[in-house]
């Protein structure tokens, strides 16, 4: 299969696949959900494929296809991937199949609401492989319009003002780098993103460039102040959204600083290395208090992944500051390789948390920690993953949420005493309120009479908690293969930001 063009199908056909969903019609709901779970079955198999043809000894770019799209402004249809956007697409693939698994119950308008996930899936695998940035720009916009329509249509009562704050805050972001890319297409005559890694900037333009480009990444994570409109999105979002804004969307964020920002303005970046480290650090220790203080079981998984996507911001530039104290490359790569091991563990353990929730809310119809107690006595197997996932949430040893946290403590102690200290602190507050919750929900008396009514899980539910749990022990126990997929991408991305781009004198 080297010679099929596997991108553009892992992108096209769960695009087509969107089209087909919605002419079945709301008359064939089981019809839809079958042909949605093969459609994503097939992604999954087409994505696995992408891995066993990978060659992880290069940071080459792979299963390359280009053609001309716009010849007036030499836009190319251009994608390829390295070890950098393979695990994102592999996620992406993995909770397709999932997202339709876990919403085989929803009734209302069930082609719509496939065809709303098959959409974002091709699109978002669109995000990760391309390599034509006006050609990232658009996959990057459309994700909005099936997100949005996801929130509005499926989601609470307050999804309305929920999706108009979402749309309006990514797409703010977005318009800086609209205007950043524009302008560099002026100075390169280029779309092409690895020619815009070799193009020449002066400092000034770097820092600004390397500004408006943290504003749209910076939402998109979302790194404290820009973060608020996700609790919002989350609490109204249906608990497929959730679980595909958690688990992938935020993602992209991390993704476009490793594609965009930290090669292509290495310098802007290390002279601003400060503000997003001291920004990470903000998120992870403030946030971790403010998700201390929740008592909806979402809004506390959200600023819980605000908290710990400041560990991938972290970790990405701390190589600037352990370049700088070491006078070398060397232990630069830790900060960055943990970073990406944390935004797949955190997509692991981020969409299992909102699952568990939407099973809770599936049956009781409430969120606020304070409805439940005693869960344990009803539903103890069901109580025995929901545990695992949050003592992963928290960084236990033996779970994916540890590999991650630990390579970026490591780095972080490369680069600064306090730095580590105060990173080390998430370890705390993410097993206090992680216990929190755990203790109020799962354990003790039983006081409300509807968890004495609870049933265990479904056959449904069983694949799923099983899937997952799996996926988090497996990463927590074994991370080497995703490690050694990424490493030498990753050292490729050290050598780019560690050398300057300014131009000869």
């Given amino acids: ?53 990978f060659d992880a000894t290069t940071s080459a770019m792979q299963f390359e296809e280009r053609t001309l799209w716009i010849a007036a402004f030499d836009v190319h249809y251009h994608m390829g991937i390295d070890g950098l ?104 005559g280029t779309f092409d993103i690895q020619s815009l890694h070799e193009l020449p900037l002066g400092l000034t333009a770097q820092v600004w460039l390397f500004l408006a480009f943290l504003i749209a990444f910076a939402v998109k994570i979302p790194m404290w102040p820009v973060h608020t409109w996700l609790p919002d999105a989350h609490v109204e979002a249906p608990t497929g959204g959730s679980v595909i804004l958690a688990a992938i969307m935020l993602k992209i964020g991390g993704y476009g600083l490793v594609r965009f920002s930290l090669p292509m303005f290495p310098d802007g970046a290390g002279a601003l290395d400060w503000l997003v480290i001291g920004l990470s650090l903000v998120a992870i220790v403030y946030i971790g208090f403010v998700a201390l203080a929740q008592q909806d079981m979402k809004k506390l998984i959200a600023y819980s992944s605000i908290s710990h996507m400041g560990f991938v911001t972290l970790g990405f530039f701390l190589a600037f500051a352990i370049a700088r104290n070491t006078g070398g490359t060397e232990g630069a790569g830790l900060g960055i390789s943990g970073g990406m091991v944390q935004m797949i563990s955190h997509g692991f353990i981020s969409g299992a948390m909102f699952l568990v929730v939407g099973i809770l809310y599936d049956r009781m119809h409430s969120r606020e920690i304070g409805a439940y107690g005693g ?56 097993a206090a309120y992680s216990l929190w919750l755990v203790k109020r929900v799962f354990y003790g008396e039983i006081a409300n009479e509807d968890v004495g009514r609870l049933k265990d899980l479904t056959g449904r539910e069983w694949i799923l908690m099983t899937s997952l749990a799996i996926l988090v022990l497996g990463l927590g126990i074994w991370p080497f293969p ?22 000869v004198p």
């Fill in 1 to 53: 299969m080297s010679d099929w063009p596997l991108l553009s199908l892992l992108v096209w056909f769960p695009l087509v696949g969107a089209a087909v969903v919605l002419a079945l019609g709301s008359g064939r709901a089981n019809l839809v959900r079958v042909v949605s779970l093969l459609i994503t079955g097939i992604s999954l198999v087409l994505a696995v494929c992408l891995y066993i043809g």
């Fill in 85 to 188: 956007s393979l695990p994102l697409i592999l996620l992406t693939a993995l909770f397709g199949v999932l997202i339709v698994v876990g919403g085989w119950g929803v009734t209302d308008r069930v082609h719509q609401y496939m065809a709303a996930f098959l959409a974002l899936q091709g699109l978002m695998v669109g995000v990760f492989s391309a390599l034509d940035a006006l050609l990232f720009y658009v996959f990057f916009e459309a994700m909005l319009v099936p997100m949005f329509l996801i929130i509005g249509i499926w989601g609470g009562p307050n999804r309305v003002y929920a999706t108009v704050k979402f749309f309006l805050y990514t797409f703010f972001g977005s318009v800086f780098m609209l205007v950043g890319l524009i302008w560099l297409y002026l100075q390169a």
């Fill in 482 to 503: 995703l490690i050694e997929m990424m490493e030498v991408s990753v050292a490729n991305l050290v050598e780019q930001i560690t050398a300057s781009k300014l131009p």
């Fill in 375 to 430: 869960v344990a006595n009803t539903m103890p197997w069901f109580a025995m993953f929901a545990v695992l996932f949050f003592m992963a949430n928290s960084g236990l040893p033996g779970t994916s949420g540890f590999v991650g946290e630990f390579m970026v403590i490591l780095a972080a102690f490369q680069a600064n005493f306090w730095f580590a200290f105060l990173a080390g602190l998430t370890l705390i507050l993410g």
